[in-house]
């Protein structure tokens, strides 16, 4: 019984901690894919500049995410106690709302392309 619960013990901690890589991960892909096509629709025809493949698009919202992040007091100190605060819940929930944020500006930048 004590060996089943350690197990437990130690897989959910590693199972959130895989997922969490995973979603991010996959965010980061989709985050590469809208900065490149926003990209050639506006950059590349505004500046003659050539287009961003995805992996240099990537590379790019890396140096600006890194360049420009501040730091929230709530990143460190967090007043949530509560069992969503290290969930898988929290976890799928903020890559979904990473997903939305993400959809939103392709297609806002989409709308905007046809008025181009």
Not at 48 to 54: A, V
Not at 61 to 66: E, H, R, Y
Not at 88 to 115: A, N, P
Request: aromatic share 18%.
């Amino acid at each position: 019984m004590q060996a089943t619960k350690s197990r437990e013990n130690f897989a959910y901690p590693l199972t959130r901690f895989l997922t969490t890589i995973a979603t991010r991960v996959v965010s980061t892909i989709v985050f590469g894919f809208v900065l490149m096509t926003l990209w050639a629709w506006f950059v590349v025809p505004a500046f003659n500049l050539p287009e961003l493949t995805i992996v240099s698009a990537i590379g790019l919202g890396l140096i600006v995410a890194f360049t420009t992040h501040q730091n929230k007091k709530e990143d460190f100190y967090s007043d949530d106690n509560s069992a969503e605060s290290g969930s898988l819940e929290k976890t799928f929930k903020d890559f979904g709302i990473r997903l939305f944020i993400h959809g939103f500006f392709l297609f806002f930048g989409f709308i905007v392309h046809l008025f181009m």
